[in-house]
Structure formats: C-alpha cells, structure tokens
C-alpha cells in the first residue's frame, strides 16, 4: 500500500493596506490629552478575521515626543483596557512598547470579512504640531493554540492627518509675570514664567507678545 505525505505548511500573514486603514482623532486640538481624546482606527480586513470569534489585534501608536533618552507614545501608559467595538467584544486593550495590544471574543460574523472593522481608544494623546504623523500599523492574529499566529500585517505608511489641528491654548494661570519694581514710568526687570500643557521638541522656541504701551 503507497502512502502519502503531506508536507507541513508555512504561511505568511497577508498584507493589510494603507488604503483599506483610516485613523482619527475625536478631538482637532494639538496636544489634546483630556482622558476623554479618542483614537479610532477603521480597517477593512484583506482575507478574514479569526473565524472563531476571538483572537487579537495590534494597533501600531507613534512616539508622541522624543528628546534625547526621554521618549513617549502618543497614548496614556497608564490606561487600562480603555479600547471598543461595535463588532466585538473587546476584553483586554494595554499599552505595550509600541502598541496597543488587544485581546477580543464575540467578533460578529457580518464584521469576520470584507467589513470596515473601527475600534475606539480613549486615553489618545494628539499631535504637538501640524503634520502627518506615521508610525500607526494594524496587525490581526487568530487565537489558536499555542500561540496567536498572524493573519494580516500592515505596514507603517498610515497615517493621522493633523494639519489642519488647531493650537491649543495656554490656560491664563500657566503665565507669570512679576516686575521687580513697581514704580511707575521706571526702568525695571520682570521675570516671566510659563508652566508649558504640552512636550517641547528640541529647535522649538517660545514667543512672546508684549503690550504696545510698555
């Protein structure tokens, strides 16, 4: 009797394009951390979610800042399972080095293909500047045994479109100023201090508008 062998097989995660990933903030002020600020990525799947209902996502999220050794993402690291979905029941959302891994069951069978997929993060830190910002990725792994295997793998050509965001302001309490005489129509020096809401980059600089009538 001949027998057949049927060699194991290794496969590669499908690619997810940019083109089928959207990214938003609820929130068009630069440097918004209010808790409320939400982050939400709409996908469209290229071949299909985990078709047994569970499995996990990884949502790719950009340095906020970076100066020197100091660095952080544009996400609070402090937020727990903060993620949602209309299509699934989302059970964990942590930030890890440099994304947003989570856990999900429940995923509706009308959302496992060919169907927009948005996932909302609250805790998102906005842009400090007017820009492109890059460096956000979706990856989708099944939750068979022993390991999550991939799926899909985005690259990191999505993009958040924050130029168009406005400044944001500096509450009227952040700026001191105090001259050291008091007396009036004399020469004096006035110290000014100013408690910044949001990171300053290297090579930023702050400028400062002074009354016509000093």
């Known amino acids: 009797m001949s027998s057949v062998k049927i060699a194991s097989l290794t496969t590669s995660p499908a690619f997810l394009p940019s083109n089928r990933i ?5 929130s068009n002020i630069l ?3 209010d808790p409320s600020n939400t982050l939400s ?8 979610m985990a078709p047994g209902g569970a499995g996990k996502i990884e949502l790719g999220i950009p340095l906020w800042y970076e100066v020197g050794s100091t660095s952080a993402l544009m996400y609070n690291p402090e937020s727990l399972h ?27 069978p009308e959302c496992i293909s060919g169907t927009p997929i948005t996932i909302n ?14 460096g956000f990725y979706v990856n989708t792994f099944d939750n068979e045994a022993p390991s999550f295997k991939a799926i899909e793998r985005s ?9 168009q965001y406005l400044p944001a302001r500096i509450p009227i309490d952040n700026f001191f100023v105090e001259p050291a005489d008091t007396i009036v129509n004399t020469i004096s020096e006035w110290t000014l201090q100013l408690s910044m809401t949001s990171p300053l980059m290297q090579e930023c600089y702050i400028k400062i508008y002074w009354p016509t009538d000093i």
Not at 22 to 26: T, V
Not at 41 to 48: G, K, L, M, Q
């Open 121 to 134: 993060c609250t805790s998102f830190f906005n842009p400090i500047w007017q820009d492109r910002w890059y």
């Open 22 to 26: 959207s990214i938003y903030s609820s």
């Open 82 to 108: 903060a993620c949602s979905s209309s299509c699934m029941q989302i059970t964990s959302s942590i930030l890890q080095v440099e994304y947003l891994n989570i856990l999900y069951t429940d995923m509706l």
């Open 41 to 48: 990525v709409t996908f469209t799947p290229s071949t299909t």
């Open 31 to 33: 440097s918004d951390t």
């Open 155 to 163: 690259d990191f050509t999505p993009f958040l479109d924050a130029t």
